[in-house]
């Protein structure tokens, strides 16, 4: 039986608290003769400033749940159901609804990254009805890139849908606090190699952190596959050997994508179909030795090669390939 979950959002609320102490404190400075000089609106930013820090800095991302908002999650879900039909045919199917409802924890592992990570972005969500009702987003949270963590507002939301960062022992954590995960193995260099096409490469041969997860833990991986993904843009090559480098020294993807006619993030008309496979269930090995992992590798990726093959005719992309890199 899996560990309670913890409470949601236990850490919202000191977290509003220090922020709100250290506006006061940095208001009251300002307030003092030799700052008499700084005109109001300076004021009021660096008053702003200081308020923020406590939640910038509070390390809420190496928490499982410690900022949930079901609210938010609520409103994610409203405004993407609304909104992406509106620009982008997306579908969800799963192949075995029933197992997947079954299982009190998983790895969810979505492929491709693609530019956009857009079929990641909508399991964490909650999009799909039939995929929440099976396996509810609020009982997951996603493995993030750490950069995401440092951006304003951006880090607000990403922590208010339950997004973590993206390290090895917060994953741990995740998983024995009684929580499932999400995660895109292929990462930022995944991203990077995102190119429209009739070949799409998955960055999972060497890959395998997810698959130790699995197995220290005793979790099933439920392999997801969002075709057309990769289809939504092309990528320009240039300068591709020192976006490469960023990518491989700081972790960040310049991606340059464009679409019809050249124009940049503009979408090429294509359909969308997240296929969420069948759980592959995993021994639980407190310490697997290399030979274990490999060999679990590789039945992931017979699966997944599998999940591709058998539904990418009816998700419209019957002409793709899938080279795993």
């Not at 057309?228 to 990518?247: D, P």
């Not at 464009?258 to 995993?282: A, C, D, E, N």
């Not at 679990?296 to 890199?325: C, D, M, P, T």
Request: glycine share 8%; net charge positive; charged share 20%.
């Amino acid at each position: 039986m899996a560990p309670p979950v913890p409470r949601r959002g236990h850490q919202a609320f000191p977290t509003v608290l220090r922020s709100s102490v250290a506006g006061a404190l940095a208001w009251a400075a300002l307030q003092l003769p030799w700052c008499s000089g700084l005109s109001f609106r300076k004021q009021v930013f660096i008053g702003l400033i200081a308020a923020y820090l406590p939640s910038l800095l509070d390390g809420s991302e190496r928490r499982p749940d410690s900022r949930r908002s079901g609210i938010l999650l609520a409103a994610a879900q409203r405004f993407w159901n609304a909104v992406l039909p509106l620009f982008i045919d997306v579908q969800c199917k799963l192949e075995a609804a029933e197992e997947l409802r079954k299982c009190e924890q998983c790895i969810v592992a979505v492929h491709p990254h693609g530019v956009l990570s857009l079929g990641h972005y909508l399991v964490i969500s909650g999009f799909d009805a039939a995929l929440e009702k099976a396996a509810p987003a609020s009982r997951r949270c996603a493995l993030s890139a750490g950069v995401i963590f440092k951006l304003p507002i951006v880090r607000e939301l990403a922590l208010g849908l339950g997004c973590v960062d993206a390290h090895r022992e917060v994953a741990k954590r995740v998983l024995s606090s009684g929580l499932s995960i999400s995660v895109v193995p292929g990462g930022e260099r995944e991203q990077l190699l995102a190119q429209r096409g009739d070949v799409e490469h998955l960055v999972l041969k060497h890959r395998q952190g997810f698959v130790r997860l699995a197995l220290q833990h005793g979790v099933p991986i439920v392999p997801v596959y969002a075709f057309g993904e990769c289809q939504l843009f092309r990528q320009s090559q240039f300068l591709m050997g020192i976006r490469a480098w960023v990518q491989r020294t700081l972790g960040i993807a310049l991606v340059m994508p464009y679409g019809p006619w050249g124009l940049p993030m503009q979408t090429f008309s294509t359909p969308v179909r997240i296929v969420v496979g069948k759980p592959l269930s995993m021994p639980r090995l407190a310490e697997p030795t290399k030979s274990e992992i490999g060999e679990h590798h590789a039945r992931y990726i017979q699966e997944l090669s599998a999940l591709f093959e058998r539904n990418k005719a009816s998700a419209g992309y019957g002409s793709s390939r899938l080279e795993i890199v």
